[in-house]
């Protein structure tokens, strides 16, 4: 990565105010011994270790082969050039490990100790996208702007199909996306609570439609609009997170588990309404 490069990522992270909320728990210093794949790489010590906050490009996204996939190999090697043989000090979330026993870590270059991680690196190129799991949202606005300088110049990873922002409705449309990591569009048609959780319902039809479900513990997102989502009704959004199918209903992200939602600047536009079926 060009220290050009370096320096303008820097510039437009700080012209968005990222890094204000990011407060992590110091690691100790390493050297990368390899690289495994576009999101893991292997300490001089044999840790493994897993990026946080992130997901990588991956050829099953586009139905390809893997190692086939041009966004995939790009990814690996622009992390190989970043952290091979380089010294790390790693940071940590609230949550230290995945379920498959890796550490799981923010990566800061110790050559580079004031600038971006190198989580920060590979989002701004288009080489990952924010995957925001709970546990790991430390630095949630602050790698969600590194990934808004790739958006909007359409890099990497932005530029093909596989990873367009999808609109929810029509919702039959979003349920082929069902196991995936997807970023969605909205209106907010109607807000539900009860046991526990708020769904706000991305259209009309509660069986087919999209929904967003927000543990109402969870003050981070239910803190929007003082805590009255109910406020949110008329209101477009975007949310990301992983698509699971609800039993009984449609398409569903559950924001708590692992998504984040945001509202939308300016007013919602007006919902397609669905023709009336005939019996």
């Not at 790009?74 to 995945?98: P, S």
């Not at 430390?138 to 999808?166: D, F």
Request: glycine share 10%; proline share 4%; hydrophobic share 40%.
């Amino acid at each position: 990565m060009s220290r050009v490069f370096a320096a303008a990522l820097m510039l437009c992270l700080a012209a968005q105010g990222a890094g204000a909320e990011c407060r992590l728990d110091k690691g100790p210093e390493r050297t990368v011994a390899r690289v495994i794949d576009a999101e893991t790489v292997e300490l001089d010590d044999a840790t493994r270790v897993r990026l946080s906050g992130i997901v990588a490009p991956r050829a099953r996204d586009a139905g390809v082969p893997d190692g086939r996939w041009g966004p995939e190999t790009e990814a690996m090697t622009a992390l190989d050039a970043l952290v091979t043989a380089k010294a790390v000090r790693l940071q940590f979330d609230k949550t230290r490990r995945d379920r498959h026993g890796n550490t799981l870590a923010h990566l800061i270059r110790v050559d580079d100790a004031e600038g971006p991680s190198v989580q920060e690196h590979l989002l701004a190129a288009g080489h990952a996208r924010v995957d925001a799991v709970d546990g790991q949202r430390a630095c949630i606005e602050t790698l969600l702007a590194a990934e808004n300088i790739a958006r909007a110049g359409g890099r990497g990873l932005w530029s093909e199909p596989a990873y367009r922002v999808r609109a929810a409705e029509p919702a039959r449309d979003i349920a082929a996306y069902v196991g995936t990591l997807q970023v969605i569009t909205g209106t907010v048609a109607k807000v539900e609570s009860g046991r526990g959780v708020v769904r706000l319902m991305l259209g009309d039809d509660r069986r087919r439609d999209v929904s967003l479900t927000i543990r109402s513990t969870d003050r981070d997102t239910a803190g929007l609009f003082g805590g009255d989502l109910k406020q949110l009704t008329g209101r477009q959004v975007e949310a990301r997170g992983w698509l699971t199918q609800r039993p009984g209903g449609g398409p569903e992200i559950d924001v708590s588990l692992a998504g984040h939602v945001r509202v939308l600047e300016g007013a919602a536009p007006p919902r397609r309404r669905r023709a009336p079926q005939h019996q």
